[in-house]
């Protein structure tokens, strides 16, 4: 394939929808995303770049990529997962593996979170494959950021890539972002002893266990907003939300076991395993019936809250190219992964966060151009 040969911009984003890569905890919806890979590195290697293909451990039907143009220690990382989130046909318009082109907008599963970053990521490139880079640019696609960000956590693992500065394309609205809160998903278990409703001497019933439990959960929610705020973000403090709770299986009968779930999105600072270390003594201090058992673990690996310092270099020209002072936002993101591999890192997309999870999906074609531009500003600063 020649460079004549490569796709357009619409016609990758069209591929790349068009390709499954749903990543989901039901395993009855988890798919692979080979075939998005495979087609950025078709076409990347066309440009001239050096393309690694990194299959996941145990999973080979996943895989991360990273494709280098150029040399030296430093250099541009350009960076997004290929994975989408399950998603529901009978609520989408249009077939959502089917890019659609209407009221300036492109609609398809995955086009603003984010498989649309990639062509813009592309064209911003190719603008620069005959100059002479100092620094190299790196084109980074991930696998899982959906669900157990394990593309993320293999790369650190790894030690890859090696570079200066990275910028994550999650959706943004063209605004440069430089901090988020981090995300825990928690299970507690409790186990009581079942037995006839009639006498409660008979059992020990997990539901009321987990009454009190529960109770202390929100006690240490409010005690750890009191402890921690950061006017930086629109909730200011770290928020816990009880999410789904079972237990039980009839009214004659005392609760044996019982479960909640729960999020915990921490600030800058503060450290989840502090956190789950501190709520787990407290939980335990809460249970005085011998006959009561409970359990609490984690539910992902949990992703670290996010800063970046104001005064950094990349986030002063961020700011400078795209007009927009830094923001925080209180999704996560694989923006901490990168850090950790030693780069200044930023947020910054094209696409909106409330279009992201949502039927009918769409990336307005209003935010192509500016975002290009914008990365070819980034890559003329930092490359060459």
């Known amino acids: 394939m020649s460079i004549r040969s490569l796709p ?10 068009a390709s499954p890569s749903v990543s989901a905890t039901n395993p009855k919806l988890d798919m692979g995303n080979r075939g998005v890979i495979d087609l950025l590195a078709a076409w990347l290697e066309t440009l001239g ?6 299959p996941l451990e145990d999973q080979p039907h996943k895989a991360n990529l990273i494709a280098t143009l150029g040399q030296g220690d430093g250099g541009l990382v350009l960076a997004g997962h290929t994975d989408t989130v399950p998603y529901d046909d009978n609520r989408w318009q249009s077939d959502p593996f089917q890019l659609q082109e209407r009221d300036n907008r492109f609609y398809g599963l995955g086009s603003t979170d984010m498989k649309g ?3 813009l990521a592309i064209e911003a490139a190719k603008a620069f494959i005959d100059k002479p880079l100092q620094q190299p640019l790196i084109i980074l696609a991930t ?3 959906e669900t157990s960000m394990a593309g993320a956590r293999a790369l650190v693992k790894a030690g890859l890539p090696k570079a200066r500065y990275a910028i994550v394309g999650e959706p943004t609205g ?3 972002i430089r901090m988020h809160k981090g995300m825990m998903m928690e299970r507690l278990r409790i186990t009581g002893q079942a037995g006839h409703s009639s006498n409660p001497a008979y059992g020990a019933s997990a539901l009321e266990a987990m009454h009190t439990a529960m109770g202390e959960v929100i006690r240490f929610r409010n005690e750890m907003q009191q402890r921690y705020q950061n006017p930086g973000f629109a909730v200011e403090v770290p928020t816990l939300n009880l999410g789904c709770i079972h237990g039980g299986d009839n009214p004659n009968r005392i609760c044996g076991h019982t479960e909640l779930q729960f999020d915990l ?5 503060m450290s989840m395993d502090a956190l789950r270390g501190e709520l787990h003594q407290r939980l335990k201090g809460a249970m005085t019936d ?49 850090q950790q591999l030693g780069m200044q890192t930023i947020v910054l997309g094209p696409g909106d966060i409330d279009q992201a999870h949502q039927p009918d999906e769409y990336l307005g074609l209003e935010r192509i151009d500016p975002m290009v531009e914008t990365l070819k500003g980034m890559i003329g600063r930092f490359c060459l």
């Open 8 to 17: 357009d911009l619409h016609s990758q984003l069209q591929q790349l929808v």
């Open 49 to 54: 770049f050096a393309v690694e293909i990194m």
């Open 117 to 119: 970053f990639f062509p």
């Open 143 to 145: 696998a899982d950021e």
């Open 174 to 176: 063209l605004k440069p």
């Open 265 to 269: 999105r921490p600030l800058p600072g």
């Open 290 to 338: 011998e006959k009561i058992q409970l359990q609490m673990d984690s539910l992902i690996g949990g992703v670290d809250a996010f800063e970046e310092p104001a005064d950094s270099e990349l986030v002063k020209i961020a700011e400078q190219l795209t007009g927009h002072s830094s923001e925080s936002v209180a999704f996560a993101t694989e923006a901490p992964f990168l």
